[in-house]
Nanobody, 124 residues
């Protein structure tokens, strides 16, 4: 059974940092891509970042480039992180971890497995 469990969300002031974690189980990691998406109240779920487990290639949304970084834990081999720096109030959302086979894509519909989400709130 596939499980994705996010952690690390919370309340932070604008300009601060948070690191989200996603612990995955039940997946053939070597052939999967992992992504982070976010959804603010009244808005659609949007792509944030993704990483290919096989070659480590990454993609980041333009809105978070130079502020957020996705990475994988090569030692644990089942955990991906989202380091979020210089946070802004508009980054406030529920952040979801997701997994799909093979290549990175930037739309949520292609991801097969989802975590429950973790709330990130950035105060001004």
């Amino acid at each position: 059974q596939v499980q994705l469990v996010e952690s690390g969300g919370g309340l932070v002031q604008a300009g601060g940092s948070l690191r989200l974690s996603c612990a995955a189980s039940g997946l053939p990691f070597s052939t999967y891509a992992m992504g982070w998406f976010r959804q603010a109240p009244g808005k659609e779920r949007e792509f944030v970042a993704a990483i290919s487990w096989s070659d480590g290639s990454t993609a980041h949304a333009n809105s978070v480039k130079d502020r957020f970084t996705i990475s994988r834990d090569n030692a644990k081999k089942n955990t991906v992180y989202l380091q979020m720096n210089s946070l802004k109030p508009e980054d406030t959302a529920v952040y979801y971890c997701a997994a799909r086979p093979y290549n990175i894509i930037v739309v949520p519909i292609g991801y097969e497995h989802w975590g429950q989400g973790t709330q990130v709130t950035v105060s001004s």
